[in-house]
């Protein structure tokens, strides 16, 4: 995938997250594209690792929207814990 559909999927991932885990966030868009964008790749990487399977395959699959959303979750719930501490 190129760089703009990593973007895209970034974007749409961590608004996704942002929906479901409600709550007051710090970040504004950037942030969100930012956090969306790392985790997908994370959830891609865990997704190799732990289950041993190719979860970024393109872009309209489900196991890449799944990897990224469940990547974002997690940087925004460490994003979260972290921007608390302030």
Request: hydrophobic share 60%; proline share 2%; glycine share 16%.
């Amino acid at each position: 995938m190129g760089i703009l559909a990593w973007i895209l999927i970034g974007l749409l991932a961590g608004i996704i997250a942002k929906m479901l885990m409600p709550g007051k966030d710090p970040g504004g868009i950037i942030i969100t594209t930012l956090i969306g964008i790392a985790g997908g790749l994370l959830g891609g990487w865990l997704g190799k690792v732990i289950f041993d399977v190719d979860s970024i395959d393109g872009f309209f699959e489900l196991s890449t929207w799944i990897a990224a959303i469940v990547g974002s979750m997690i940087l925004l719930a460490v994003y979260r814990l972290f921007a608390r501490r302030r």
